[in-house]
């Protein structure tokens, strides 16, 4: 097997690439691991699409190396490069970015760490969404989530990286602008907002969002299933008084917010919003005014080792 180490390199405070280098060293697996820096976004798609598709006689572990949004990357390259239902082709996580909300739902970015581990690691099937031709592991949100995400944005571009206080900036900014969202959301068929209008919306393949909401507590990524949460708009005072139960992952079984949370499973998700519409595919902003989410079951495998 090779190991393929896409590793962004302002990660990790722009060290990914050195702890990288160094944890592969001494492994007796060295000879055969490769190191890809990548230069910029979307980089990292184009270099592993390449790599799978020049390598096809090569059993291949591609190693994301930075944050969600490079491990999103990453997953477009490989689906995009031959990998789905491919078992010679599997997926590694270091989670070494400023965002590392997928393996949250795997016990959290610790049991990720160990380079070693994660190369001998079993693969496990994973569920991939696909959304008009691009490719989400995580959550797919739009509503008051990605007007947030759109002030994170601004930051990223200002440093070249995300951070954490750029999420709650954009909650604050949000609670003056986003508190309600046009759009009509439908699972399998099933409108689940007839009123068109919400504060959020997700459809979630991992569980994690933002950093520390769950907000798919009950979301599995290998059940061929998407999980899809809308809250319907509230005032920003019962937004403040909910937030907890939402970050906790308590808000589908909290009879406080039982009249205002639909939660649905389903294979296929249509959503129809307005002319500013957008919505965020692993963090990475669209702007669409519709799009369908269609959830393809088992498309990669998934290095996930031991517990700690």
Known sequence: MKYVFVVNPVAGSGKAVETVKNAITNLPERDICEIIETTGVGDATVQVQQYAETHTDDEIRFFACGGDGTLNEVVNGMMKGGANGNSRLSLAVYPCGSGNDFVKAFGGAERFLDIG????????????????????????????????????????ARRGHGSKSDYTKGIVKALFTSMRNTCTVAVDGEVLNPSGEILLCTIANGQYVGGSFNCAPRSKSDDGLVDVCLVDPISQLKFISMVGLYEKGQHLDSPRMKNITHWKQGKSVTVRGGEDFIYCIDGELIHKPEF??????????LAVPEEC
């Open 117 to 156: 581990k994660l190369m001998c690691a079993p693969a496990q099937s994973l569920d991939v969404i696909e959304v008009d031709g691009k490719y989400c592991v995580n959550v797919l949100n739009f509503g008051f989530e990605a007007k947030v995400a759109a002030e994170m944005e601004i930051g990223r």
């Open 292 to 301: 369908t989410a269609v959830v393809i079951p088992a498309a990669l495998q």
